[in-house]
């Protein structure tokens, strides 16, 4: 199945969110977290709808603890929304798409 979200790593994180042009959403997550997974489906939908507003990434904290290090994040899923470079938003845990999308437009 195709996805808009995109898999960020630790190397690859200033590019695609801190010199991005568009708001980024990084999802952190993990494969053993199950609200992380019910977060995906969510996720996915609003990479395709907002396409050229938003930018959906992922990164795996096991895999690249660099960056979820840097943030301070201690408990997945986490949310960070960042424009212009800087961390604009944070949620915490899996929430319903309706919720998400109403704390993020006021970012977009």
Aim: aromatic share 6%; hydrophobic share 45%.
């Amino acid at each position: 199945m195709a996805t808009d979200v995109i898999a960020l790593d630790d190397a690859r994180f200033q590019q695609e969110v801190l010199e991005s042009p568009e708001p980024v959403l990084v999802d952190f997550t993990a494969t053993w977290c199950p609200p992380c997974r019910a977060l995906a489906p969510v996720l996915d939908a609003l990479a395709t709808d907002y396409r050229g507003r938003l930018k959906v990434t992922s990164l795996d904290v096991d895999a690249n603890p660099e960056t979820a290090q840097h943030y301070g994040i201690r408990s997945v899923p986490a949310l960070l929304l960042f424009k212009e470079g800087k961390v604009v938003r944070q949620l915490l845990g899996a929430r319903p798409r309706a919720k998400l999308e109403q704390e993020l437009l006021t970012h977009l």
